[in-house]
């Protein structure tokens, strides 16, 4: 077997127990998540997958980046619908994006979002660049609302922590954005707020009545949090 036909193998093998594994995480959960079931769906004997999937926490490990990249590509697709709008306009874009794909997605963005799976630790060599994608692109809008005078640059009214000072330093230097670390503490509320409603709706902790519009609710409150993060 040649190495391009060994590729073409391991990357057919690979998608098809991606598909599974999506359907099995919808039915069962991550935590409950098996490379034997996998396997048995997929109608090959085991020793046979586990040349190229070789354990449960490397098929949670794919299932993690590939539903990143697919949450960040969708961010990208709505991006480039947009390049004109204003940038919280887009930074709009950006987090309904990521409800919408969230609410498609309950199962993947549990995964990412929810809670560990037992036994389970996604390896950072893997996951940190797809699963930073997103926060990352919020950073840019913001500094592209420093750029442009809309965002005040610069600690607010807020008293902030010297270790706190210390710890968005180092964060901003990692993201590497031309913008006060105080301003990217105001970006990671955005990413808190966008998360965090997201998963309040995601997983019914609003209850089925307390709100007739959901998206009008996600909408407010992102805007409530750029309006801060305007200082």
Known sequence: ?????????RDDVTRQVLEIG????????????????????????SSAVYRYV????????????????????????????????SWDARTLAVCVTVREWALREPARYALLYG????GYEAPGEQTTEPGTRVIRTLVALVAEGVRDGDVVDGVTDVPMPRALRTDLARVHDELGVEIDPAVVG??????SVLFGAVSLEVFGQYGTDTFTQPAALFEHQVRLALATLRG
């Open 115 to 118: 809670s560990p799976v037992p």
């Open 186 to 191: 105001r970006a990671v509320m955005v990413w």
């Open 54 to 85: 070789a354990s449960r926490d490397e098929l949670l490990t794919l299932l993690v980046v590939d539903a990143y990249t697919e949450l960040g590509d969708a961010v990208d697709a709505r991006l480039a619908e947009l390049p004109r709008a």
């Open 22 to 45: 999506r359907q099995h995480l919808v039915e069962y959960g991550a935590a409950a998540l098996s490379l034997r079931a996998v396997t048995r769906d997929l109608g090959m004997v």
């Open 1 to 9: 077997m040649t190495e391009g036909v060994r590729a073409r193998r």
